[in-house]
């Protein structure tokens, strides 16, 4: 008979149970799980965007104003693109902060304990740097594996004599071949660090103590479950994408029908405003729309990896029942 104190079974756990433990969580708790999306979302999004219309704003006159002749780029162009992207930049920011709310929300709703706001912050605010150390450590732990796959060969590819069409040849399918393998490094990479953030949250520990830790639960592609985390990692990453994409359609059809409008009106200047403004809308309806799937499964998938290989579920039984300690801190109301 299964023990059930929360949103999942106490034993490793399918597919179907993270999927279903995720979206239990997020139905029994919409304010800490959406309404923390949203509200987190909404605190970095409208500097971000205000400032990013602001930009698009001041640049559009000048872009529109540049000769089409002219084989230079105009002046503030750079501005324009800028502020466009603001809001994506503002989104994940916000995103950082999310993984770690909602690792707090889901590590909780295991032991049967449903938290507010107040509750995550208190429980999370000491874990913040961490958070964001990991993020960039992965970040430019990445950028170093693409540069050295890619650098490489490229450097190689063009010093090689021009006159030997035979080895051009060769070296340019060696690029893409070392170019594959970097991406496919960075993913490995980027899957066995991605269960750091439950570590920082859950286990309260350093940078390099979680990094290490996930490395350990995710293991390796020739052992362990690492194909089973990745694969279930790449479905909600695929689940997220499409559903981000639908949300944002009418959004983008609304701004393709007032792009119309302006342009009709010779109005240039609010063009890259309302593009702007709309991208900023859009990224906060589906952050706070599916941030907390994605974020919960990465939780879900750390509990997992722990019940599976250090026994975790049977300390989870053992604090559900009174015996013993919970494996990581109950927060205050």
């Given at each position: 008979m299964e023990f059930r104190p929360g949103?999942?079974?106490l034993r490793p756990l399918g597919l179907g149970d993270i999927y279903g433990g995720v979206l239990k969580s997020v139905r029994g708790n919409p304010a800490a799980t959406i309404g923390l999306a949203?509200?987190?979302s909404f605190a970095f999004l409208l500097p971000t965007t205000a400032l990013g219309a602001w930009l698009a704003g001041r640049s559009q006159f000048d872009l529109l104003g540049a000769s089409s002749?002219?084989?230079?780029v105009p002046d503030g162009f750079g501005l324009a693109v800028l502020g466009q992207y603001l809001p994506s930049l503002g989104q994940a920011a916000s995103g950082i902060l999310l993984a770690g709310f909602l690792a707090q929300v889901v590590g909780q709703a295991v032991l049967g304990r449903t938290v507010g706001m107040g509750?995550?912050?208190?429980?999370?605010?000491?874990?913040?740097?961490?958070?964001?150390g990991v993020v960039l450590l992965t970040g430019v732990a990445s950028l170093v594996l693409l540069a050295v796959?890619?650098?490489?060969?490229?450097?190689?590819?063009?010093?090689?004599?021009?006159?030997?069409?035979?080895?051009?040849?060769?070296?340019?399918?060696g690029v893409v071949l070392v170019v594959?393998?970097?991406?496919?490094?960075?993913?490995?990479?980027?899957?066995?660090?991605?269960?750091?953030?439950?570590?920082?949250?859950?286990?309260?520990?350093?940078?390099?103590?979680?990094?290490?830790?996930?490395?350990a639960l995710v293991g390796g592609p020739l052992r362990g479950p690492f194909?089973?985390?990745?694969?279930?990692?790449?479905l909600t990453a695929l689940?997220?994408?499409?559903?981000?994409?639908?949300?944002?359609?009418?959004?983008?059809?609304?701004l393709l029908l007032l792009a119309v409008g302006v342009s009709s009106a010779g109005d240039g200047p609010d063009l890259f405003v309302l593009q702007t403004v709309v991208s900023g809308i859009a990224a906060l309806i589906t952050g706070a729309l599916t941030t907390p799937f994605s974020a919960g499964v990465d939780a879900l998938l750390y509990v997992d990896q722990r019940m599976r290989l250090e026994g975790l579920d049977v300390r989870l039984i053992q604090a559900a029942q009174g015996a013993t300690e919970p494996p990581w801190p109950l927060t205050r109301p």
């Open positions: 949103i999942v079974a949203a509200l987190t002749a002219s084989d230079t509750e995550v912050w208190r429980a999370t605010r000491g874990r913040l740097a961490p958070l964001v796959a890619v650098g490489v060969p490229v450097a190689l590819f063009v010093v090689a004599d021009p006159q030997d069409a035979a080895a051009r040849a060769l070296g340019a399918m594959l393998l970097g991406v496919a490094g960075v993913l490995a990479v980027v899957t066995r660090w991605s269960l750091a953030t439950p570590a920082i949250v859950l286990e309260r520990v350093g940078v390099l103590t979680a990094v290490r830790r996930s490395w194909w089973r985390v990745f694969g279930i990692r790449l689940i997220v994408g499409t559903a981000a994409y639908v949300i944002a359609l009418p959004l983008s059809v609304l």
